[in-house]
């Protein structure tokens, strides 16, 4: 199977996030040609689509290739150069919405496992497994983390995961994702005392407090890990809907994000941030979401295993990084060592998306490369 011609493929299925739109459906049926024992998992009120596909070989790992191929919406189509969902080659390129982020990826690692089952005739020690949703850039809720939980109460484990996230800045090779920072969506709402603006004293003006409470909640978290930049807080919005100009407004709302690296858990920077706000006031209320915990791969069996393959077929050393936002990864390092790797990054999620066809085809040849190391 050619690869270039998988992606096309690919592309065309219009799988804005969460629709499969036939995409989960069509890599299944390749697989199961390949003997793989596929489970069709749909989760969710909308039955969301996902698929577990795995073909033992022998009793040596569960190698696992993750992937969506949900894509975010085109944008404003006049601004593209191409239809984003007709898979356009132009001048060694591939035009399409989903290239990078993360079709071509996914091409990629379904023709290195039919390459590898090829070469090695179906013998080999271990388990080659591929676990697909058209969940991950909306909510994510019934994507990897419900097929997560499913494989966990099927008892069916995974040792290595690859994710094929687009992570190279700029050349094939550049970066290997090995982590993500955590993330917490905060909003604040400090209550104040509505009054008049020129009986200031007769009322309590909660964009005062905002302003101290900005000031403590920005103040350093720490200076970074070994592997991490420092934790870092964001502030995205504040509103206070008052239109009226003689009014104190009687509350306040803050919303802000905090990427936090390791050396915290998300209950930790919770509890720094309410007592950040409380040195100011105890007027207020608080709510947050958590996106991920922060973490990062501890296996040098499965760092080594990519890196080598990388480094054989681009030249390049790669950078292990844990920069950038999160990814379904999240959900995979709560049952194995997981590292990112995919194409270059340069133009997702943005108009006239598009990956060079060489690194398609040394994409294929750094997967096909991985699963030799790491069943060796
Ligand atoms: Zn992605």
Redesign the pocket.
């Known amino acids: 199977m050619d690869t270039i011609e998988l992606s096309t493929k690919l592309i065309k299925f219009k799988s804005i996030t969460p629709n499969s739109s036939g995409s989960i459906e069509y890599i299944k049926k390749l697989l199961e040609k390949k003997k793989f024992q596929c489970h069709f998992l749909e989760f969710g009120k909308d039955k969301i689509k996902n698929l577990y596909a795995s073909l033992k070989g022998g009793k040596g790992p569960v190698v696992c290739f993750a992937g ?1 191929t949900d894509v975010v919406p085109p944008g404003e189509i006049s601004k593209w150069k191409t239809d984003p969902f007709k898979a356009v080659i132009k001048n060694g390129k591939l035009y399409g919405r989903g290239s990078s ?2 079709k071509t990826a996914i091409a990629s690692f379904i023709v290195a496992t039919m390459n590898f089952l090829e070469e090695k005739q179906s013998v080999f020690n271990g388990t080659l497994s591929i676990l697909l949703t058209a969940d ?2 909306g909510e994510a809720e019934f994507g990897t983390k419900s097929v997560i939980k499913w494989l966990k109460k099927n008892n069916k484990k995974i040792d290595f995961c690859i994710v094929g ?2 992570t190279n800045p700029k050349n094939l090779g550049d970066m290997i994702k090995i982590g993500r920072r955590g993330s917490i969506n905060f909003s604040l709402e400090i209550l104040g005392t509505q009054g008049h603006v020129a009986y200031p004293e007769k009322a309590k003006n909660p964009i005062d407090d905002l302003f101290l409470i900005c000031k403590e909640i920005k103040k350093p978290f720490d200076k970074g890990s070994k592997r991490f930049q420092p934790t870092s807080l964001v502030i995205t919005s504040i509103d206070v809907s008052n239109n009226i100009s003689n009014v104190i407004p009687e509350k306040v709302i803050m919303k802000f994000n905090v990427r936090f690296n390791d050396n915290f858990n998300s209950s930790k920077i919770k509890s720094i941030i309410h007592q950040r706000i409380k040195f100011v006031t105890s007027k207020y209320k608080l709510t947050s979401k958590v996106s991920g915990e922060s973490f990062i791969n501890h296996s040098d069996v499965l760092t080594n295993a990519i890196v080598k393959s990388i480094k054989k077929v681009t030249n390049i050393k790669p950078q292990l990084s844990t920069s950038g936002g999160t ?1 379904d990864a999240r959900f995979i390092s709560k049952i194995c060592p997981v590292l990112e790797f995919g194409s270059i990054g340069k133009t ?1 999620h943005k108009t006239n998306e598009m990956v060079e066809l060489k690194n398609i085809e040394k994409l294929t040849e750094i997967y096909f490369e991985f699963l030799k190391n790491i069943f060796d």
């Open positions: 969506h982020d993360m991950e850039e996230e687009p990814s997702m």
